[in-house]
């Protein structure tokens, strides 16, 4: 059973930085395509970042491109999003999620790819 667990969600002020952490247990994390997506209130879940399993692909919404980043550590099956010069629309819950890929190249990007979910983490980004 493939479990995925974000933290890392906190209030934090506007041009502040925050750091959230994914884990996924069940299957070899290094074979895992990661992103990361988000759902402000009152609006659908959006793509925000994804990565390839080798962690050497990655991409952004347009929304957060040089601000958020994305990266992995594999030996420690760890999954992080760091995220500065934080603005109140970043305001979300935020969901770590996982797909099997089978090159370590791939990178995913629709939600319908990813077939494992987190619970979510609530960052909320005070003005």
């Known amino acids: 059973q493939v479990q995925v667990v974000e933290s890392g969600g906190d209030l934090v002020q506007a041009g502040g930085s925050l750091r959230l952490s994914c884990t996924a247990s069940?299957?070899?994390?290094?074979?895992?395509?990661m992103g990361w997506f988000r759902r402000a209130p009152g609006q659908e879940r959006a793509g925000v970042s994804s990565i390839s399993p080798s962690g050497g692909s990655t991409r952004y919404a347009d929304s957060v491109e040089g601000r958020f980043t994305i990266s992995r550590d594999n030996a420690e099956n760890r999954l992080y999003l760091q995220m500065t010069s934080l603005k109140p629309e970043d305001t979300a819950i935020y969901y770590c999620a996982a797909a099997r890929a089978s090159r370590a190249s791939y990178i995913y990007w629709d939600a319908s790819s990813f077939a494992y979910w987190g619970q979510g983490t609530q960052v909320t980004v005070s003005s």
């Open positions: 069940g299957l070899a994390f290094a074979s895992l395509a």
